[in-house]
């Protein structure tokens, strides 16, 4: 199989670090599969790839529910080729200092975050482990280290760099790596409702942030998109169970 026959699935795909990361693996040669609960931002993505002359589907779908996820990897197997490639990217943040945390706010972050993550991986691994080569990518964060007012998330961020490390060990002998991409600070709607949040100007966030960062700069999507393309690839093939920070320096 080439990689040109090869089909990725990427979940938050609708904007942001996942429409990224799909325009990247098209242009490497895979079929997209992109899901999100948004369908305008879907739409434009797999308008926009098509249109490039790539195969692209966009699939409505919440990725913390079963049945919607098992239905998501079916049709994606069915209409642009078994998913051998998840790039577990949907994500969604509920900040707050512990004390006022929600119950609530804790549950939606572990079930978009750790059960979406799972339910798609443990769906789409049947497609890897019969093509006997695949790829399964983790968007972590630098928030898995401890970030003040996200304990909910940081939590989910440090357990995908546990659940990576047990797939790679799992699946690791059917010819299928499991990574993580831990993004800093990258320029998207997620980062700007935390600006927005704060009631600062998102201007002034990044420029803040970048101050802070070694590189100084902020990350844009094709920053992690880069990472992605890496551990997608055949090159990529022994490298398995590791966690990459791309923060522009150790930590962000
Ligand atoms: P974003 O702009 O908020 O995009 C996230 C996408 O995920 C949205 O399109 C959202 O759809 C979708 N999504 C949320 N919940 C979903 C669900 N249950 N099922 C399906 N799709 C769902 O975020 P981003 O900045 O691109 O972040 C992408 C990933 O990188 C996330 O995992 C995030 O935690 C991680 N990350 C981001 C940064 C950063 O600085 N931006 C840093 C570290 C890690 P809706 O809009 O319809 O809700």
């Known amino acids: 199989m080439t990689e040109q026959q090869r089909t990725a699935l990427v979940t938050g795909a609708g904007r942001g670090i996942g429409a990224e990361i799909a325009r990247r693996l098209a242009s490497d040669g895979f079929n997209i599969a992109a899901i999100d609960l948004d369908k305008a ?26 049945a919607a996820v098992e239905a998501a990897v079916a049709r994606t197997a069915d209409e642009v080729g078994p998913p051998v490639v998840v790039v577990n990217n949907a994500g969604i943040i509920r900040d707050n200092l512990l004390f006022k945390m929600a119950v609530s706010d804790w549950d939606l972050v572990m079930n978009v975050h750790l059960r979406g993550s799972f339910l798609v991986a443990r769906a789409a691994q049947k497609h890897m482990v019969e093509a006997k080569w695949g790829r399964i990518i983790n968007l972590s964060s630098t928030s898995a280290l401890g970030n003040r ?17 047990t797939l790679s060990l799992e699946l690791g002998p059917f010819g299928v ?6 993004p800093g600070f990258i320029e998207t709607e997620m980062t ?20 802070a960062i070694p590189v100084r700069r902020t990350g844009k999507p094709a920053d992690i998109a880069n990472a992605v393309s890496f551990f997608a690839s055949e090159n990529a093939g022994f490298v398995s169970g590791q966690v990459l920070y791309v923060a522009g320096g150790p930590k962000a």
């Open 149 to 165: 007012g996200q304990a909910n998330y940081s939590a989910a961020k440090a357990g995908l760099q546990g659940f990576t490390k």
């Open 41 to 66: 931002g879907l739409d434009a993505l797999t308008s926009e790839l098509t249109a490039a002359g790539h195969r692209a589907i966009g699939i409505v779908a919440d990725i913390s529910d079963e």
């Open 192 to 211: 700007a409702s935390t600006a927005a949040r704060m009631g600062v100007s998102f201007e002034d966030f990044t420029a803040k942030a970048a101050a």
């Open 177 to 182: 790596t499991a990574n993580a991409i831990a």
